[in-house]
């Protein structure tokens, strides 16, 4: 079946440093992908997505590409801030899971200090 | 624009006591539906999904039960609340068809005393 596999967390980082959580996946056909973010005690907001291979999608300084060839769609941002702590979350939705439903990785804590 | 809304914010129920919360949508029709359960410093686990009125597919068998009674409205239930019910509980939507993304609710977080 489909799986999405992320980087353990936490994730500890200062302020302004450059910011990567892997996240790869395992899926037949063409899946769109996501990541979305949860902060403490709210629920999980999408922070953006990609729907075929090679597609960037971008918002609020983060940035995931697509990856056929090796099946991955890691999360980077150039300068992190005190305010992306949280936890993110690497999904898709297709392949054998069908496009009712998503496909969620564990999560990955980030921590990010002054 | 489409907003959707969880109630209760907070919930503390007794071992054995019932449980219902409820979702609403708003700005949209025939929306897929989704609960969604979160154990303390956990990932998701998709409890319900429902594409349409009194349609529900169970992921997980327990002793939860959802149920769709208007295009717009998700309810998920119990008789008698267990130790393990004790979660987060996230309601979401998504725009039916294919290579959508879901929408989450600001969720519910359950004691179970």
């Known amino acids: 079946g489909d799986s999405v596999t992320q980087m353990e967390g936490p994730v500890t980082l200062s302020e302004e440093a450059f910011l990567t959580i892997n996240c790869t996946y395992t899926a037949t056909g063409y899946p769109s992908l996501f990541w979305y973010v949860q902060y403490p005690g709210e629920g999980l907001q999408l922070l953006l997505k990609a729907t075929k291979a090679d597609d960037k999608g971008s918002n609020k300084g983060f940035e995931a590409t697509y990856r056929k060839e090796t099946t991955s769609f890691h999360l980077e941002k150039g300068s992190v801030q005190v305010s992306d702590s949280a936890v993110y979350f690497c999904a898709l939705t297709g392949g054998n899971t069908g496009f009712q439903k998503l496909v969620f990785g564990t999560g990955t804590r980030l921590l990010v200090s002054p | 624009s489409q907003t959707i809304h969880q109630w209760p914010a907070t919930l503390v129920q007794p071992v054995g006591s019932p449980l219902s919360l409820e979702c609403t949508v708003e700005?949209?029709?025939?929306?897929?539906l989704y609960w969604y359960r979160q154990a303390a410093g956990r990932g998701l686990q998709l409890l319900f999904y429902?594409?349409?009125?009194?349609?529900i597919s169970s992921e997980v068998p327990q002793n939860l039960s959802a149920s769709r009674p208007q295009d717009r409205q998700f309810i998920l239930s119990s008789k008698k609340l267990l130790l393990s019910d004790s979660g987060f509980y996230l309601c979401?939507?998504?725009?039916?068809?294919?290579?959508?993304?879901?929408?989450f609710g600001d969720g519910t977080r359950l004691s179970i005393l």
């Open positions: 429902s594409v349409g009125i009194g349609q």
């Open positions: 979401a939507w998504s725009v039916s068809g294919g290579r959508k993304p879901q929408h």
């Open positions: 700005g949209t029709s025939n929306p897929n």
